[in-house]
Structure formats: C-alpha cells, structure tokens
C-alpha cells in the first residue's frame, strides 16, 4: 500500500462529530458522522454528487457488527431513504472532488466493496447482491486506485470493515507465527495491529477450568459466544476455529483457548520453544 498523508478536518472541533477527510493528490473525499448528524451531513452540497456510502451499527440480533454498502447517482436522496433501517449508528460517504464518479463507476466500487467486506469478514453484511459492470481497463485502474484509498481512509475514520483480521503482512518487523498448546489442542496466532489474531483451523480445549467459573467468568462468557456465533466449532473432542478470530491481547485469545485465564505472554511460544514474552524483550 503506497504512503498517503491524511488531513482530517473537524467542522465542529469534535473527533465523534461530522468529519471530512482526504488524501494528498487524491481526487476523492470522504464524509462520516453519527446518525445524530445525519442532517448536518446531508445539508453538505458533496451528498448532490454521485458516490459509495457504508452504513455501520450493530446486528439487533446478536449484537455483531453489520453493514450496509451502497452506492447512488444522488448520495443525499439515497441515505434518506435509509432513515428507515434501525440497526446503523455510522455512515461513511466517499465521492470524488471533480465529480467525474459514473453510476458505472460506483456500482464497480460497490461490487469489488462487497467482496472486500465478505472477504474480511469483520460485518455481516445486510445486502450481498450487487451487478458486476464491465469497465474498460483504463477505468478499473482508476477504481482500483480509489479503491485503495478507501481502504485507507475507512480506518482513520473509525471502522475496520475493510482491515484483514490477520494483520498486515508488509509491517516493518513482521510478526512471528505462534503456538499456544494444552492438553492437545494446538493454537495457531500472532500479534496483529488490532491485537492478537488466532488462525482457522486452530484448537481449543472444551473443558473449562473451576476456577473459570468464579474468578474468571468473562472468559466462559467470551467463549459462549463464539460458540453461538459459530466461530468455535466442537469436533473429535475440541473446539475448532472455523475462521481468523482477533482478540484484544495475547491473553484473550490464550484464555479461550486454556477455558480459563492464561498469560499470553508466556504460553504463546514460536517453533523453538521462545515465549512471546522472551520475542520482545530480547
């Protein structure tokens, strides 16, 4: 992903408030703000221009992050039509500072969007079925351009929706690839900037610990919810991680995995046995 410079301004003094953002030398802008302010937002003349919106909140369900991604001709017609969906909080607008966006072009960005998302898998996403306009080459270049660019700003503005759970593979110092085991369930992670991811296909251990159930009863909570969210599994006398799970810190993930509390920092291990605790320090 190429450098960018970001310049965030805050039209009332307030980071919770409306936002606008843009990139150095990047013809595109991005709007975000609460549903509080959603007039203030549409009042603005860069909802009159063609462009892709998000519309964040939680599942009324089951509490899980879900997202709505749009695109319109008429931003400002658009999101007033969605007043009447419940579940979102946030909405992110992107559009382009020459206005040059053709309805072939958003419902391109709208697509390969949905894709991102589905791949990530962060939200559910409340509409999955979108056309797949053919462009010429020239043009999907450009969107794959404007593509990476909200890829990087969505993030500044506070959603993750398009960050990989895994982390990035091209940091300064990549992270070492873990194992956390016990009594035969073998764990597969590392560090990440949003925390500690825990890979697919790793194990957990079913029984809980005792003393899980008075000291630590967060840890029963966090695991009984991904056992109903279906992100733990039960097979052949474990639990297993049916997709990247990222937890807020080694000892999180580490828990989950013992069924009691652990210390991250010691049980996460690399293949010559070094703890994660002895990786950074050393």
């Not at 749009?70 to 500072?97: C, M, P, Y």
């Not at 809980?208 to 919810?225: D, F, G, N, Q, W």
């Amino acid at each position: 992903m190429t450098t960018a410079t970001i310049k965030l301004y805050l039209p009332y003094g307030d980071a919770k408030r409306l936002r606008v953002g843009e990139v150095s030398n990047w013809t595109g802008k991005a709007l975000a703000a609460p549903r509080t302010e959603l007039d203030e937002l549409l009042s603005r003349e860069e909802t009159e221009r063609a462009g892709i919106y998000f519309l964040l909140g939680s599942d009324p369900e089951n509490g899980g992050a879900l997202a709505y991604i749009g695109e319109a001709e008429v931003i400002r017609d658009r999101l007033k039509q969605h007043k009447t969906k419940d579940f979102w909080n946030v909405v992110v607008v992107f559009v382009s500072k020459d206005e040059n966006l053709t309805k072939a072009h958003i419902r391109y960005l709208e697509n390969r969007l949905l894709q991102e998302a589905q791949e990530v898998n962060r939200y559910r996403l409340e509409n999955l079925n979108t056309s797949n306009p053919k462009l010429p080459e020239s043009d999907r270049e450009d969107m794959e351009v404007f593509l990476s660019r909200i890829r990087q700003v969505l993030p500044v503005l506070g959603s993750n929706l398009l960050t990989p759970i895994a982390g990035s593979l091209k940091n300064t110092k990549p992270q070492k690839e873990l194992l956390c085991k016990n009594k035969g369930a073998i764990a597969r992670g590392r560090r990440t900037e949003g925390g500690f991811v825990v890979f697919k296909d790793s194990a957990a251990v079913v029984a809980e610990r005792p003393s899980a159930k008075t000291r630590h009863p967060y840890v029963i909570a966090l695991r009984k919810k991904l056992v109903q969210d279906g992100t733990l599994a039960e097979k052949e006398g474990f639990f297993v991680f049916t997709k990247d799970t990222e937890f807020d810190s080694p000892s999180a993930a580490a828990a989950v995995i013992h069924g009691g509390s652990a210390n991250g920092l010691i049980v996460w291990k690399d293949a010559s046995g070094k703890s994660l605790k002895e990786l950074e320090e050393g």
